[in-house]
């Protein structure tokens, strides 16, 4: 299996799966985007590109994303996933790829670091391009997860293996053959969850993607709305929530996809009622990509995706496909049940989930001692609801320092939604004999802290 | 002119400030919200999660559905004041 990377070196995929000049490949400011039109803006795009071995693309619009990615790919160009845009992780990333510049669509930039903006409009100047294939074994992206140590950690990504997880992922849902599905999303498309989903599942399936990225269950209808029929959603635990309690109207949506978190049954059955639709959840991680899936209502067992195979480590369980070039670690706890199906008993102490974001509290520890003058501190996860999202505190020993100071201080560092809250200030943390900080001090710190907050399940007022 | 509290909130901003207060489980007195002062990123430092909490229960107390293509929207995320002004202009007789 050691020369499977070797034997795909001169094998190539194409920019778009299924290949028709006219079709629909992106819905943009409402306009159809043909492969055409599309491969138009790639050549456009592509010959702006500076000389450059690697590029963070920020741009926000989800066609802006796919025109810069596919340019970098001609341009043979590496395109840098960072885990979070915090300013810190961004210099991380400049230091260690220093030949390196961003694409924006305008909305967002990175200071001290060459940017170039992409202006699109809806009808490019026909520049007759083909549809370009890339070698499978070239690294069309490095998606940074944030590691344990602190520093970003760098999963490459070969063009074949994104080929692979879409074609793949397409095989495993229940689609029934027919019209191309138009794919609206709610996820941002710079993580590998809406790369894959929202980006690369529709070039590879001939499917639509919608540009945009609607965020209130109210935009999430409208969208779906306008768009033809089927859809498909792409979307998290967190907003499909929000959709069920916001009652908004929706059409009739055939598929949706929900992943970053499980979904709770009941949440699945409220969504397919609501929605008209049918749920698959995704599992995956950003070392691996999408590895499984699985109908929440029907099954609670996910299913791996064809010709994946588990592996029993010393540490756990890894995954390993054709496409990787060694077996990948999966970061929860699984419980096999057969070749190709196991259920999922949970994650590591240390690893947090929150909204879809990963982190390991070592990684956030090691940001919040960091910080001048923190002598000690640790941040703890309080016990998770279901009803709500359960946020993250810190315990700080900081003399002469503030929590404006630590919170300013933790923003550069790390992802908002890691920020904790509250932070409590203390003389000095308790720690066992062996340096330990455990559970039951932690409750009984925040019990110890003036809370000025009611319960959260207080009913107020209008 | 409507009355103040001591923060500077007039009745509504408190009103809507304790909601913020107990739907996001923050943990500041409601009084403590400065109702000019931006509350994300910076000033009370909510994030986007918050942002569709934020959106959900002001649709079921007040049947004000926020839209995130409301070219107000900047404005109307910008502060506390600018929140209760949304929600006054928009909310349900």
Redesign the interface.
């Known amino acids: 299996m050691g020369s499977v990377i070797n034997s795909n070196i001169m094998t190539h995929s194409p920019l778009l799966g299924p290949y028709q000049p006219h079709s629909t490949v992106a819905w943009f400011n409402g306009t159809s985007m043909s492969a055409d039109m599309v491969l138009s803006h790639v050549s456009l795009i592509r010959n702006q590109l500076p000389h450059k071995r690697y590029v963070i693309n920020m741009c926000q619009d989800r066609y802006a994303f796919l025109i810069g990615f596919a340019a970098a790919l001609c341009h043979n160009q590496t395109t840098l996933l960072p885990p979070n845009p915090s300013p810190e992780i961004m210099q991380q990333l400049i230091h260690e790829y220093p030949d390196c510049f961003y694409l924006t669509d305008g909305q967002e930039e990175i200071a001290g670091l060459e940017g170039i903006t992409l202006n699109l409009d809806t009808n490019p100047d026909h520049t007759g391009m083909e549809n370009p294939q890339f070698p499978d074994s070239y690294v069309a992206a490095i998606a940074f997860t944030s590691g344990t140590t602190g520093t970003p950690r760098p999963n490459p990504k070969t063009w074949g293996s994104m080929v692979q997880i879409a074609q793949k992922t397409g095989e495993s849902l229940p689609l029934s053959q027919g019209k191309p599905v138009t794919v609206v999303a709610t996820v941002p498309h710079q993580h590998m969850y809406g790369l894959e989903t929202t980006i690369m599942l529709p070039l590879q399936k001939g499917w639509a993607i919608h540009s945009g990225r ?6 999430i209808a ?1 969208t779906l709305e306008e768009q033809p029929s089927p859809r498909m959603l792409v979307s998290t635990p ?2 499909l929530r ?1 959709c069920v ?2 009652h ?1 109207r929706f059409p009739e949506v055939t598929y949706t996809l929900s992943a970053t978190a499980p979904l709770p049954t009941q949440l699945a059955k409220q969504v397919e009622e609501l929605l008209q639709t049918t749920i698959v959840e995704i599992y995956g991680f950003a070392e691996a990509g999408t590895i499984a899936t699985r109908q929440p209502i029907r099954e609670n067992h996910w299913t791996l995706l064809p010709e994946l195979t588990l592996e029993s480590q010393t540490d756990g369980h890894a995954v390993n496909t054709p496409y990787f070039p060694e077996p990948v670690l999966i970061p929860d706890t699984i419980q096999p049940t057969n070749i190709q199906q196991f259920t999922l008993e949970g994650r590591p102490t240390h690893l947090i989930n ?2 879809g974001h990963r982190a390991s509290l070592d990684a956030l520890n090691l940001s919040l001692l960091s910080i001048d003058g923190v002598v000690d501190g640790v941040f703890y996860m309080p016990e998770e609801k279901e009803e ?2 359960t ?1 993250l505190v810190a315990f700080v020993v900081a003399p002469g320092e503030t929590v404006e100071s630590i ?2 201080a933790l ?1 550069t560092k790390i992802a ?2 890691f ?1 904790p ?2 932070v409590y200030l203390i003389e000095t943390l308790p720690r066992n004999h062996t340096g330990k900080f455990l559970r039951k001090d932690a409750e009984a710190l925040i019990r110890e802290q003036p ?4 319960s ?1 399940n ?1 009913a ?1 007022n ?1 | 002119m409507e009355e103040r509290s001591l923060s500077d909130q007039t009745p509504f901003e408190t ?1 809507i400030a ?2 913020l ?9 409601p009084g ?1 919200i400065p109702p000019s002062e931006p509350l994300f ?2 000033g009370l ?1 909510l ?3 918050d ?3 934020i ?2 229960v002001i ?4 049947g004000y ?5 409301d070219p107000d929207n900047a404005t109307i995320f910008s502060s506390l004041r600018s929140l209760c002004e949304a929600i006054q202009k928009n909310r349900e007789q």
């Open positions: 609607p965020f209130f269950p109210e935009d409208s967190i907003h929000a309690l916001a908004s929150i909204g709500s999202i946020r919170l300013s923003r908002s939604v920020l809250r509250p809370s000025h907050a009611r959260p207080q107020i209008p | 009103e304790q909601l207060v107990t739907t996001l489980n923050l943990k500041v007195e403590e990123g910076e430092g994030d986007s999660i942002a569709l909490e959106a959900l649709h079921q107390h007040y559905k926020l839209r995130s293509d």
